[in-house]
């Protein structure tokens, strides 16, 4: 996001083009945007959608971002809630969890996160959540995990060893990693698990991961890498390391392939809660949505780059291949 783009969101009302039907009220919303990693328009812009069809023609955001600083989260969210928010909207489990242990009341809609809300504690169930979390999944468990290696598999047939790079700062992710290594082991792969906080630790990782003749990487879903998905897909083809991403918006800026749910259309679908929300519905009776369909995509101008050639029965089964 540039400095003129964060400038006009974080200003106060956002206009909207005038829907179907106007929603009327005595006030615009306020809703306050938390997020681990940085604001990113699309998804703002996809959230504004979601409420333009809606009806809604004026909202206040208010923004606050972690800019991966974990540490930061507690007080970006106390700030929010001292605004008065009537919403909070965040992505991931950590800005989840700072705006869970910031209120007990304010409503907290999660436009995106990966895991077992559950196992997290932030909700009692899915059907029913319970409390003032509700939201968004953007995936199914981390059983996704071996589809995305048999794919990458099929991809490289070759291919015996792949590097398991992860976020340790996200602690939700911990309890994934077991059954990411099955999945591996069950498809004849040796892993590696590397922890990486940061881009310099990513940079890191890669390196250790060509160092210990990895043929390739699985990224495992995180919102700070999410963030910082120009960065780790140019490092990654800096090393020449082919690699599968959990979400299609890493193809999208230059990465091999992904298999994974639209992260911007679970924001614009958020609205649909917000709105609910807002008219009298209580967020521990609205059931967290998980992902009805993953999208493979693949970059073909990024193979040639890295001199692999995309199985035609693979191209054949992808949703969108990019040339």
Not at 21 to 47: C, M
Not at 121 to 139: E, M, R
Not at 191 to 198: E, M, S
Not at 260 to 282: E, M, Q, T, W
Request: hydrophobic share 45%; charged share 20%; no cysteine.
């Amino acid at each position: 996001m540039d400095r003129r783009t964060f400038l006009t969101l974080a200003s106060g009302v956002l206009a909207l083009p005038l829907g179907a039907e106007a929603h009327q009220s005595d006030k615009a919303p306020h809703i306050g945007w938390l997020t681990s990693s940085v604001v990113h328009t699309r998804n703002v812009e996809a959230f504004r959608q979601g409420l333009r069809s809606l009806g809604y023609t004026e909202v206040s955001l208010e923004f606050r971002a972690a800019a991966g600083d974990m540490d930061r989260l507690p007080s970006l969210a106390a700030d929010l809630l001292a605004l008065g928010v009537d919403v909070f909207i965040t992505d991931g489990g950590p800005a989840a969890f700072a705006a869970k242990r910031a209120t007990a009341t304010v409503p907290i809609v999660i436009g995106a996160i990966g895991g077992d809300l559950v196992r997290m504690g932030l909700i009692a169930s899915l059907g029913h959540p319970g409390g003032n979390v509700t939201g968004f999944t953007i995936s199914t468990g981390a059983d996704l995990y071996g589809k995305r290696l048999e794919l990458l598999r099929e991809t490289m047939p070759t291919l015996s060893r792949v590097a398991i790079v992860w976020n340790p700062r996200n602690k939700d992710t911990l309890a994934d990693l077991p059954t990411i290594e099955t999945a591996a082991r069950t498809l004849g792969l040796r892993v590696d698990v590397i922890g990486a906080q940061d881009v310099q630790e990513v940079e890191r990782a890669f390196g250790r991961a060509i160092r210990n003749r990895a043929g390739a990487v699985l990224m495992v879903a995180d919102a700070f890498f999410w963030g910082e998905r120009g960065q780790l897909v140019t490092l990654a083809a800096r090393q020449r390391l082919p690699a599968m991403y959990p979400e299609v918006e890493f193809v999208e800026v230059g990465g091999l392939m992904a298999y994974g749910p639209n992260v911007s259309d679970n924001f614009r679908r958020a609205a649909a809660y917000v709105d609910k929300i807002l008219k009298g519905a209580k967020p521990g009776d609205l059931p967290v949505e998980q992902p009805s369909r993953f999208e493979l995509v693949i970059n073909l101008k990024t193979a040639k780059a890295l001199g692999l050639t995309i199985p035609q029965s693979l191209l054949q089964r992808a949703d969108q291949v990019i040339e």
